[in-house]
């Protein structure tokens, strides 16, 4: 069963050799998905110089925090911050329904042209 951790290594060490630290975890196996990370850490690790995968690139930028980051860099003040947030949150949820619809359309569309084809043959 595929359970992830998402951590800070050197460049230099192995893939799955030593690590510097634990930054969070990741569950491809649950209905849905979950990323859990420590934000203060990851930004702290972001801001030192850490390059992080494509995948993780896009877990951290679905959990917001690369938007929130983004803000502060701006100088956005924190109620600000929150306000934006929470339109992001709000949009992103919108996002992921219109993305589980359309699936679900394309899931029930070959469905139906399943069933045609096993009634002609």
């Known amino acids: 069963?595929?359970?992830?951790?998402?951590v800070a290594a050197d460049g230099r060490?192995?893939?799955?050799?030593?690590?510097?630290?634990?930054?969070?975890?990741?569950?491809?196996?649950a209905k849905p998905h979950?990323?859990?990370i420590e934000?203060?850490?990851?930004?702290?690790?972001?801001?030192?110089?850490?390059?992080?995968t494509d995948t993780v690139h896009s877990l951290i930028r679905g959990t917001g925090l690369l938007h929130?980051?983004?803000?502060?860099?701006?100088?956005?003040s924190e109620s600000d911050i929150a306000a934006?947030?929470?339109?992001?949150?709000?949009k992103?949820?919108?996002?992921?329904?219109?993305?589980?619809n359309?699936?679900?359309r394309r899931r029930q569309s070959k469905k139906a042209a399943e069933a045609v084809g096993s009634a002609e043959g």
């Open 1 to 6: 069963m595929p359970f992830y951790q998402i």
């Open 13 to 29: 060490a192995p893939r799955d050799g030593k690590f510097l630290e634990v930054v969070g975890h990741y569950n491809p196996t």
């Open 34 to 36: 979950t990323v859990t």
């Open 39 to 52: 934000k203060d850490r990851v930004a702290y690790w972001l801001n030192v110089g850490a390059q992080p």
């Open 68 to 76: 929130e980051m983004n803000l502060k860099r701006r100088g956005f």
């Open 84 to 90: 934006q947030m929470e339109a992001w949150q709000q």
């Open 92 to 100: 992103e949820a919108e996002r992921r329904q219109k993305r589980l």
């Open 102 to 104: 359309a699936k679900l």
